[in-house]
């Protein structure tokens, strides 16, 4: 089973985030970088499924050098091999999609697993372009019904579940009020939420490994896809602030200003 | 003229999905901006019913297919249809509510069409050719105005930030389609709701929202919510937890609410958290750090235990009831 799975660099989600004075952009000076959350989940399933059923795990990341700092933590958590495509400057979802789809088309994965958003721009968007540009099944928000705490998450069993065949993918997806259970034909593009897995740490003899795990480089050019963005992003702005609350005493205070002041109780 | 199509979305009970309301409310914004018509569309088993209530919306056009495929929503049969009739009107906006069907289906669509496609937007700026709209980014510490290029743009839309669309009177014109279903290589296999008594997260006027002080037992926060008529909610280390249902999650990556009144006890207030209740118009923090984050939002805090504090809450606002 070959898995293809995303590893995009954002900002540290612990980070605080602020824009320049005249909103062309965030303030980079200071900030750490990290893999996508989301798709940090994505890699942890994909070993585990590649684990069960044998299987190669390919990591995929779209920006400059710096993204091979993704790579290779992800190669570092076990992944197989990286694919970096190797673009500056500004990219959209329509482009980060045809990309991937050109990479998918290369690798001919039986399964895409990326994160269903990545939380710098919070557009949950890049899978289903990528499913309907490829003409796969997708099944986005896939999460478990299982805890974190439950046995099953502690021996690291895929909550994506192969089929008998080898021909689909079960997932259980959170959706609004529920769970919803799909079964897609492979090859499939899979999102994942929160809550599909606990990812793993990169273990040092994995960190020593992935330094001689090869990296491809490929360029959008090569690839033939214009990244041109559809997409401008003209200006950025901070929320506006809350006016500042009080700290109240006691219960009593509380309540009185609900009822008196905010007239909310 | 050009148009403004909206996809109506039905819930697995059949009813109206609630957040589609306020997606027509933002239809209708942008139709008047951009000079043009809004028109839904409403795939259904049976829509007739659905059709009658949409029709006083202010919607020119419903739009209805009937189709016993149609009964659970599927992204892969729902996109071809939708982008389908989106091409026949020559649309120029396609837009949902930012639901997780909205957000499943409308970039599938959008990859039909070749549109762009801006996800949760929170404000329509500008008029005619020249529309805009506000996203937020980065968990809500950053609010975007972003252009779409492309000939027919996708939006999907923050319910919490557009009043409900009602009293246009019954106007709307019912018009029924045939629509071509693609073979799908996705089955339905089942879905498993999770039933509550208690008002809708992000329709209800009072949010209890409970986080990792609780220790898992959320029986003092289920307790206030009944005396309020409020809904629950949860910050994610406790749904991650297992503690409650997954859906109860308030936060960047979970639900966007904006009550009139939103309690969080025992939540620190992590900046993901904080991005899905930010917008809500009173803020009450209770919680034993005096340093926890969630202060900072709060109109008001109150440092104490919440196994304390909301015991004696319920008790004072039951004396004033």
């Known amino acids: 089973m070959k898995i293809l799975v995303t590893a995009k660099r954002v900002e540290d989600p612990e980070s605080k985030i602020k824009v320049k ?12 970088y990290k893999i996508n959350p989301f798709d940090e989940i994505g890699v942890e399933e994909g070993l585990r499924l590649a684990a069960k059923h044998t299987g190669e795990v390919v990591v995929v990341s779209i920006g400059g050098k710096e993204v091979q700092e993704q790579l290779r933590h992800a190669l570092a958590m076990g992944a197989n091999r990286a694919i970096w495509v190797n673009h500056t400057g500004p990219l959209d979802q329509l482009g980060i999609a045809g990309l991937l789809q050109k990479v998918a088309e290369k690798e001919k994965p039986d399964v895409v697993l990326l994160g269903k958003q990545s939380i710098d721009d919070d557009q949950n968007q890049v899978g289903q372009y990528l499913a309907e540009f490829l003409g796969w099944g997708q099944a986005t928000f896939a999460s478990k019904v299982e805890s974190l705490e439950s046995d099953q998450e502690k021996n690291k069993v895929p909550a994506v579940v192969l089929s008998a065949d080898k021909k689909s993918v079960q997932v259980v997806r959170e959706v609004d009020n529920g769970l919803a259970t799909l079964e897609v034909q492979l090859p499939a593009v899979i999102t994942t939420d929160l809550r599909l897995n606990q990812p793993r740490y990169a273990s040092l003899p994995g960190i020593m490994k992935a330094k001689s795990k090869p990296i491809e480089e490929l360029t959008p050019a090569g690839l033939g896809v214009d990244v041109a963005p559809k997409i401008q992003v003209l200006k950025l702005a901070s929320p506006p602030a809350r006016k500042a609350g009080i700290k109240v005493p006691d219960v009593a205070t509380l309540v009185e200003k609900l009822h008196n002041e905010a007239k909310v109780v | 003229m050009s148009i403004v199509l909206i996809v109506a979305e039905q819930q697995p009970d059949g009813n109206l999905r609630k957040a589609s309301l306020n997606a027509i409310a933002a239809g209708k914004q942008l139709a008047d901006k951009a000079g043009a018509e809004l028109h839904l569309v409403l795939l259904s088993k049976d829509p007739s019913r659905l059709a009658e209530e949409l029709k006083g919306t202010g919607a020119k056009v419903i739009h209805t297919a009937a189709a016993p495929e149609f009964e659970h929503y599927l992204a892969e049969v729902y996109a071809p249809v939708v982008a389908g009739l989106a091409q026949e009107l020559k649309a120029s906006f396609v837009g949902a509510a930012s639901t997780a069907q909205g957000k499943d289906l409308l970039p599938r669509v959008a990859a039909r069409l070749k549109a762009a496609m801006a996800t949760d937007i929170t404000g329509i700026n500008g008029s005619g050719a020249d529309i805009t709209f506000t996203r937020p980014m980065w968990a809500g ?14 939006i999907s839309i923050r319910a919490t930030e557009f009043s409900p669309a009602a009293g246009a009177g019954a106007s709307a014109e019912v018009k029924s389609f045939q629509p071509k279903l693609e073979a799908s290589k996705t089955k339905f296999v089942s879905f498993n709701e999770v039933k509550s008594a208690r008002p809708e997260l992000t329709e209800a006027s009072v949010v209890v929202s409970g986080g990792r002080g609780t220790k898992g037992d959320f029986k003092e926060i289920e307790a206030l919510a009944d005396l309020l008529g409020a809904a629950v909610g949860a910050s994610r280390a406790v749904c991650d937890a297992g503690w409650v249902p997954n859906d109860l ?27 899905g209740m930010k917008s809500s118009k009173t803020i009450v923090a209770i919680n034993k750090d005096p340093e926890a984050p969630i202060f900072q939002v709060a109109d008001y805090g109150l440092v104490d235990d919440l196994f304390k504090v909301l015991p004696a809450l319920r008790e004072s606002i039951q004396k004033l009831k």
Do not use: R, W
């Not at chain 1, 004075?21 to 750490?32: A, C, H, Q, T, Y």
């Not at chain 2, 510490?141 to 996708?154: D, H, I, R, S």
């Open chain 1, 21 to 32: 004075p005249d909103g062309s952009d965030i303030v980079k000076e200071g900030l750490k």
């Open chain 2, 141 to 154: 510490n950053v609010f975007a105005e972003v252009k779409l290029t492309t000939p027919v743009q996708v």
């Open chain 2, 249 to 275: 999650q308030v936060g960047q990556t979970g639900k966007v609410v904006a009550p009139k009144l939103y309690i969080a006890a025992g939540i620190s207030g992590a900046i993901q958290h904080l991005a």
